[in-house]
């Protein structure tokens, strides 16, 4: 288990942007969705923030400036998401269109009908649902969702910057556990380096306060729907933590009060070979 951290018993937090909050207040806030990406998406950083900053200064100052855009994978991961963890919230949050392609007349007008809802067709429902009654029917998923909480946020300090994340499965004092898909469930251990992982369950396992050895990934094939079930040892915990101090000094050089380094003089050089 992590040593203990100051951040734990701490009652106030200063964000990004120079605002102090009350923790129990804040965390209560972005339980919704809206605040916790939207505030708190450029107030605070979080493990997608963090790989951003290092794939690139300039990813993260893309994002901060311009928003990102939600991706096919992203969107099908959202819904998996709900369908296991919050069933209750899918009808309020989504709408369905009886069409295969989004670029039919009766999808773009249905999102033009109700801008409060993410519209999808009946294609990409059915796909996320087809994985969310695989995940809901195997009982080794199931055993990690009793007694659990669900899309649990929190926030800490790491490194002496704020930093939010939201449990996907929180078992209280036990461990945590986080739902993935992928295109190639044999080659996840190796794509889970590649997407950063590490770094996402160091902090989530730092700012929680909970011990690695017990928190895992629950994994799915979208093609397959094979299910894999991930535990991380010692060295993948490192390498998050090594991630993330690369993550944080790459803000304060760039964005930190004392920044020494322009983004848009960051530059790449490099020799090509045979």
Known sequence: MHNPLPFLTMSKITLLDGVEWDIAELETKMIDDGFYYGYCGTATLSSSAAKDLVDSPRTYHNYIKYG?????????GRMLHHMVLEPERCDDIYMVVEVKSRATKAFKEAVEENPGKSVVTRTEWNDAERLSEALLKNKHVVSHLMGAKF????????NGLPFRCKADILVPGYGLFDIKTTTDLRAFPYSAKKYMYPMQMYIYTTIFGLPWENSKFIVIDKSSCDIGIYSVDESFINLGEHLLNR????????????????????????????
Not at 153 to 158: E, F, N, Q, T, V
Not at 259 to 272: C, R, W
């Open 247 to 274: 993550a944080c000094q790459t803000y304060m050089d760039f964005f930190g009060p004392e920044a020494t380094e322009e983004v848009h003089e960051y530059i790449i050089y490099d020799t090509l070979t045979s």
């Open 151 to 158: 899309e649990v946020p929190k926030i800490g300090m790491l």
């Open 68 to 76: 990102s855009t939600e991706t096919p994978a992203m969107l099908k």
